[in-house]
């Protein structure tokens, strides 16, 4: 008895662009992003969902419209599934947080569960991929035991792929880059996730 779940990084925005840090902050596709949906709409065609889920930020869930569009499927918003929670710097530059923090934030981007002694205090209320993962996994069993032998989609976030990665991939993928509208194929079998298929997804050359 299984469920497979095909789980997407949103389409591109303009912080996207920029690489500002969205987490919680409510930013919307851009064209590319919508484009970029449709395509991953055109290549899921064939795969016969039975329900689509989604985070409430629009980014998340604009993409996961556009990619059923021609299925007419409705598509249920869970804030479970929103991106990492990244406090006060939010909408900062990733790369000039780099350079302000140095190891106590590549911390925050490579490791599962960083020890609160490596991390500076303004940037403790920062949701770990741990964290993240636990409410994320939890919301994920409930719809496998919900959808039993049936496909299912779930658009989510960047943070949200890397995490369920690191935890179940079996090979550090601290350092991994999550394209927009890439994507993980798992499946929950005896209660447990196994990763089947990875696309768009790379790894960092620094």
């Known amino acids: 008895m299984s469920c ?4 997407v990084r ?3 925005t303009d912080w996207n662009k920029v690489r500002r840090i969205q987490g919680h902050t409510d930013i919307p596709l851009n064209s ?4 970029q949906a449709l395509m991953l709409g055109n290549k899921f065609e064939s795969i016969n969902f039975s329900a689509i889920y989604s985070s409430d930020l629009s980014r998340a869930k604009r993409t996961a419209e556009l990619i ?3 299925k007419r499927l409705p598509v249920t918003t869970s804030e479970l599934l929103r991106e990492r929670f990244w406090g006060i710097i939010e909408g900062e530059n990733i790369d000039e947080l780099n350079q302000l923090y140095g190891d106590h934030m590549k911390n925050f981007l490579t490791m599962l569960d960083p020890p609160k002694e490596l991390l500076r205090p303004e940037l403790a ?3 770990t991929y741990k964290q993240t993962n636990e409410r994320v996994m939890s ?3 409930k719809l496998s035991e919900q959808h039993v032998e049936e496909e299912i989609l779930v658009v989510s976030h960047s943070g949200v792929l890397k995490g369920l990665l690191m935890q179940l991939g079996g090979i550090h993928y ?3 880059l999550i394209q ?3 994507y993980l194929k798992l499946e929950f079998v005896n209660g447990a996730f196994e990763l089947r298929h990875t696309e768009g997804i790379g790894v960092h050359k620094n």
């Open 180 to 182: 927009n509208a890439g």
């Open 174 to 176: 601290g350092r991994c």
């Open 68 to 70: 059923v569009n021609a």
């Open 32 to 35: 590319e992003g919508e484009s």
């Open 139 to 141: 919301y994920l069993s």
């Open 4 to 7: 497979k779940i095909y789980i």
């Open 125 to 127: 209320t920062i949701e």
């Open 10 to 12: 949103h389409g591109e």
